[in-house]
Nanobody, 114 residues
């Protein structure tokens, strides 16, 4: 059974940092990604990383947020620096298995506010 467990959200002041983690189990994973959804907005792709380490980012987070993964631990991370109020959202981990199955994490709240 494929499961994703997220951790690391919270409240941070503008300019601060947070690190999100998503531990996956039950399969081997190809693309792992972070999405976010703010109230009233559609869910959007923030960053993605392939098993080989290729990455892609939403333009507005490039240079501030960094996605990485540890294949041995089946874990993907999102290091978030220089956070802005507009980064406030629920962040979701998404993993696609080598067989094409897609799974989502439960979501973790990130709030950037003074």
């Amino acid at each position: 059974q494929v499961q994703l467990v997220e951790s690391g959200g919270g409240l941070v002041q503008p300019g601060g940092s947070l690190r999100l983690s998503c531990a996956a189990s039950g399969s081997l994973f190809n693309v792992m990604a972070w999405y976010r959804q703010a109230p009233g907005n559609q869910r959007e792709l923030v960053a993605a990383v392939t098993r080989g380490g290729n990455t892609d980012y939403l333009d507005s987070v490039r240079g501030r947020l960094t996605i990485s993964r540890d294949n041995a631990k089946n874990t993907v991370y999102l290091q978030m620096n220089s956070l802005k109020p507009e980064d406030t959202a629920v962040y979701y981990c998404k993993a696609t298995t080598m067989f094409g199955q897609v799974r989502w994490g439960q979501g973790t709240q990130v709030t950037v506010s003074s």
